[in-house]
């Protein structure tokens, strides 16, 4: 497996001074404490009261990002990251310039790397050992984390932690609910071209950032759909065409540039093996869609173990 090991022997001399703690994993890579933020607009009290009872339950702190409310002017101090034409409605808007403030509070206070929340997420127990044994094991050069989507595409898997699996995506799933950002991915997430696309498109286009991006296999994070999501209450989504020819066009996911990113990131291996198993899938729910309920089912568990393809 592709482990993590760091010979960065400042480490511990700057988080001494700095009154950190430092987070050991069994490869002897040092980290300093892990800092959390969540994102909540100040009229949501029921969802903050939700998510600080789960940190405090877990035995977390993390600061409060006061939320944008897309249905007003932006601050200025986010205007220029949104292109005029941009394609969101209020609250997706607002979504995206929240996130955008927590990345700009991590290089602010100059963190290494921190965790986004949104606050409608379900964390997972023990969940801070998780994060300190997931920050200990992953590959060099991260720069986000994905914690709380499942995948629905092939992955490849570079490394374990306990029962879940780090891996690398074929298709990075939507969802921004829970992730691990690292201060260069901050920065890179930073200095992109002004924003087109809600942050659950942008984040499933690394290309378009030249992140580095990781997931969990089963995400520690979850999404609580039993409470009205605020983005939906505060705009209709806008339509976009995503299949078809028009899709071809203006389909943000599946262009030439992914592409080449993607067969760069995986390899030509790993890349041929993730297109054949993605296209297996879809020959798999063809087959559901169309085959008469009598017949046999169509296999699944070996596609499913093929999905989440591993590497010693």
């Given at each position: 497996?592709?482990?993590?090991?760091?010979?960065?022997?400042?480490?511990?001399?700057?988080?001494?001074?700095?009154?950190?703690?430092?987070?050991?994993?069994?490869?002897?890579?040092?980290?300093?404490?892990?800092?959390?933020?969540?994102?909540?607009?100040?009229?949501?009290?029921?969802?903050?009261?939700?998510?600080?009872?789960?940190?405090?339950?877990?035995?977390?702190?993390?600061?409060?990002?006061?939320a944008?409310d897309?249905?007003?002017?932006?601050?200025?101090?986010?205007?220029?990251?949104?292109?005029?034409?941009?394609?969101?409605?209020?609250?997706?808007?607002?979504?995206?310039?929240?996130?955008?403030?927590?990345?700009?509070?991590?290089?602010?206070?100059?963190?290494?790397?921190?965790?986004?929340?949104?606050?409608?997420?379900?964390?997972?127990?023990?969940?801070?050992?998780?994060?300190?044994?997931?920050?200990?094991?992953l590959?060099?050069?991260?720069?986000?984390?994905?914690?709380?989507?499942?995948?629905?595409?092939?992955?490849?898997?570079?490394?374990?932690?306990?029962?879940?699996?780090i891996?690398?995506?074929?298709?990075?799933?939507?969802?921004?609910?829970?992730?691990?950002?690292?201060?260069?991915?901050?920065?890179?997430?930073?200095?992109?071209?002004?924003r087109?696309?809600?942050?659950?498109?942008?984040?499933?286009?690394?290309?378009?950032?030249?992140?580095?991006?990781?997931?969990?296999?089963?995400p520690?994070?979850?999404?609580?759909?039993?409470?009205?999501?605020?983005?939906?209450?505060?705009?209709?989504?806008?339509?976009?065409?995503?299949?078809?020819?028009?899709?071809?066009?203006?389909?943000?996911?599946?262009?030439?540039?992914?592409?080449?990113?993607?067969?760069?990131?995986?390899?030509?291996?790993?890349?041929?093996?993730?297109?054949?198993?993605?296209?297996?899938?879809?020959?798999?729910?063809?087959?559901?869609?169309?085959?008469?309920?009598?017949?046999?089912?169509?296999?699944?568990r070996?596609?499913?173990?093929?999905?989440?393809?591993?590497?010693?």
């Open positions: 497996m592709l482990t993590c090991h760091s010979h960065d022997v400042s480490l511990e001399t700057v988080c001494e001074a700095t009154g950190e703690e430092v987070l050991r994993g069994a490869g002897g890579f040092a980290a300093p404490s892990l800092t959390a933020f969540y994102l909540n607009l100040d009229q949501e009290v029921a969802r903050r009261h939700s998510i600080e009872g789960q940190l405090a339950a877990a035995g977390m702190q993390a600061e409060r990002i006061h944008v897309g249905r007003k002017p932006l601050p200025a101090e986010l205007l220029a990251y949104f292109n005029a034409e941009h394609l969101m409605d209020a609250g997706a808007l607002g979504c995206y310039a929240s996130h955008i403030k927590a990345w700009q509070k991590i290089l602010r206070k100059d963190l290494p790397y921190a965790l986004v929340l949104e606050d409608d997420a379900i964390l997972a127990p023990g969940l801070p050992q998780l994060l300190t044994e997931i920050l200990t094991t590959p060099r050069g991260w720069d986000m984390v994905h914690l709380g989507t499942a995948p629905d595409r092939a992955v490849w898997e570079v490394a374990r932690v306990g029962s879940r699996r891996v690398q995506f074929s298709r990075v799933p939507p969802g921004a609910v829970g992730y691990l950002l690292s201060r260069a991915g901050a920065r890179k997430l930073l200095k992109a071209e002004p087109l696309w809600p942050i659950d498109t942008d984040t499933r286009r690394p290309w378009l950032f030249g992140l580095a991006v990781y997931g969990v296999v089963a520690p994070i979850k999404h609580n759909w039993s409470v009205p999501s605020t983005i939906r209450a505060r705009g209709c989504k806008r339509w976009t065409p995503r299949r078809g020819w028009r899709a071809a066009f203006r389909n943000p996911i599946r262009n030439l540039q992914g592409f080449l990113f993607n067969w760069h990131r995986l390899g030509s291996t790993r890349w041929s093996f993730c297109l054949c198993v993605n296209g297996a899938l879809k020959v798999r729910a063809v087959l559901r869609r169309w085959v008469p309920s009598g017949l046999p089912a169509v296999p699944g070996r596609l499913q173990r093929l999905m989440h393809a591993a590497i010693d």
